[in-house]
């Protein structure tokens, strides 16, 4: 069984900048590709980012240049730096590792 955390989320203003982390307990399998989804209201569950083992990351064309996803294996986390936040932005954000997803953290970007 494995657990991801996520924290992170908020209310910033159009142009700011959050950054999320995602907490992997339970039974880590270090060859696991992770990941950032996203879900708006009304919306399906999409891809924003990921990286594998191996620090290759992949990323949505929408955040190509304003988003990073890094790794700490060390400490089975990983991050989504976002910057220059747009109002679209705003979603639940959702960690993935394998067969598993965390409870998901609201971010909100609005003025």
């Known amino acids: 069984q494995v657990q991801l955390v996520e924290s992170g989320g908020g209310l910033v203003q159009p142009g700011g900048s959050l950054r999320l982390s995602c907490a992997a307990s339970?039974?880590?399998?270090?060859?696991?590709?992770m990941a950032w989804y996203r879900q708006a209201p009304g919306n399906q569950r999409e891809l924003v980012a990921a990286?594998?083992?191996?620090?290759?990351?992949n990323y949505a064309e929408f955040v190509k240049g304003r988003f990073a996803i890094t790794r700490d294996n060390a400490k089975n986390t990983v991050y989504l730096q976002m910057n220059s936040l747009k109002p679209e932005d705003t979603a639940v954000y959702y960690c993935?590792?394998?067969?598993?997803w965390g409870q998901g953290t609201q971010v909100t970007v609005s003025s």
């Open positions: 993935w590792m394998g067969d598993y």
């Open positions: 339970g039974r880590i399998f270090s060859g696991n590709t």
């Open positions: 990286v594998t083992p191996f620090g290759a990351r």
